[in-house]
């Protein structure tokens, strides 16, 4: 059974949102998908200054059995990108809701919010 | 789904399970690189209860696989010596890959791979036809391979004192068979060890008895991660029926000194007369990423793909095999998802006893 924490929102393809309030939003992948893929072995993360779709492929993260797309879960431009991932991605996988973040964004319209999946939405999703 | 008689085992050790070639085995029972790491410097050990065993018995075991195997029989004099070989069709094509054990004259033991067992085994068939031999598949066999420096010996403190005795002086590539036990000094790690035949319903106990041991399980993912560090290949992605063991890095599993008559001897004689096209060589990244099966490779000499590829954990970088052209050498790039990130070109093996080898590292810098 994987960790959901119940104040984040969460999409379908896994990434988990923490909105800040100032209209930014921290992105990772959940529990359950770095469970799934394995140990991290290298994450390559979207440039600061990027705008991107939701929907749109914006990151990757690998592990030692397969690479993965990572989505904008919401539209909005990057301000920050996790750069201790490029030395110790495997903090996806110790951390994937604290230290194992992957980047922050400007969200563009933070209405997308509540497309988003509540935790036990994503609870039934994932495990189900 | 088939399960090995230790699928229970592998749930109670958390294993992650997945299908594979019909059977449900583990893919990993936590890290994958925990895994790979433990085989490289402890013991750990994998069930591959899902590799074929066939005996291969009869006053003619020994002209019948002169005939059916890439490399020769003629090699193995002493009971219990391995000779590791390919079986190829008429076109010089590999059907599949496999160890042949001598036990006796009348008596040869072969290990092929799981994913081929229908094809392999029907193929034998088949050419066993003209020989006064008998083939017999032991579905009835679990395996477990012990790999890793300290592999032997923790699996001396749990084995039969008689195995153990059979053991004594056994020398790498050998098998000794004690009482219902089948025991090989072979892997498929880069590492010393053993491969462990028995009946099914003995693997549990023995499992438990390593485990106590302080060998730890280990699944597909670090299984895979090793051969390729080992550069060993992996039937279906390094070789198939279209491609010959001369393009496949295996040219020195084919015996052709003498004229032993072997099946896809004259297609290999004609691929050599014309000039061979590709070769099977190892690619080490230079930079961040990983590399995977089935990417683009450029070299000075042409075009190739990598055949299998991923992260190295001895080495902390992306490693693969690659199929280019005979006369690629030195730098080339390989296509990581629209780009293109340098490589070197190396000789496998990467990695052997727990060590990079001789020149894999330096080629990188």
Known sequence: MSEIPSDLLYRESHEWVRYDDDGTATIGISDHAQAQLGDMVFVELPEPGMSYEQGDACAVVESVKAASDVYAPLTGEVIESNSALEDSPELVNTDPYGDGWLFRMQLADPAQLEGLLDPSSYADQAEG | ?365
């Open chain 2, 1 to 365: 789904m088939r399960q090995t008689p230790l699928h229970d085992a592998h749930l109670a050790a958390g294993a992650r399970m997945v299908d594979f070639a019909g059977w449900t085995l583990p893919i990993n029972y936590g890290s994958q690189i925990d895994e790979h790491h433990q085989v490289r410097t402890d013991a750990g050990m994998f069930d591959v209860s899902h590799m074929t065993v066939v005996d291969v018995r009869g006053p003619q075991a020994r002209a019948f696989l002169s005939r059916l195997l890439a490399n020769d029989v003629a090699r193995l004099q002493s009971p219990g010596k391995a000779l590791y070989s390919c079986m190829l069709n008429e076109n010089g094509g590999v059907i599949d890959d496999l160890i042949v054990y001598f036990m006796a004259e009348d008596w040869f033991r072969m290990v092929v791979n799981a994913a081929t067992r229908d094809k392999g085994v029907a193929w034998l068939e088949h050419q066993a036809a003209e020989f006064r031999i008998a083939v017999t598949e032991h579905y009835e066999l679990a395996m477990l391979a012990v790999q890793g420096p300290e592999a032997r010996e923790k699996a001396h403190s749990v084995l039969p004192e008689e195995a153990v005795a059979a053991l004594d002086g056994i020398k790498l590539f050998s098998a000794v068979e004690s009482n219902d036990l089948f025991i090989a000094r072979t892997g498929y790690t880069g590492e010393d060890g053993y491969e462990i035949m028995m009946p099914g319903a003995e693997a549990q106990a023995l499992w438990g008895r390593l485990l106590g041991a302080g060998v730890k399980p280990c699944g597909l993912g670090a299984r895979d991660t090793l051969r390729l560090e080992a550069g060993m290949n992996l039937y279906g992605q390094d070789m198939d029926e279209e491609v010959t063991p001369l393009e496949s890095g295996l040219a020195w599993t084919v015996a052709m000194k003498d004229d032993r008559e072997f099946i896809g001897r004259p297609a290999l004689e004609r691929q050599r007369a014309a000039g061979l096209q590709n070769k099977l060589v190892g690619l080490v990244l230079e930079g961040r990423g990983v590399l995977r099966p089935h990417q683009s490779v450029i070299t000075h000499a042409g075009a190739g793909m990598t055949t299998s590829g991923s992260f190295s954990p001895t080495l902390q970088r992306a490693i693969a095999f690659a199929r280019v052209p005979v006369g690629a050498a030195d730098r080339c790039t390989v296509e990581v998802r629209g780009k293109e990130l340098a490589a070197r070109i190396v000789k496998p093996p990467f990695v052997r006893n727990g060590k990079a080898c001789e020149g894999i590292l330096q080629a990188a810098e």
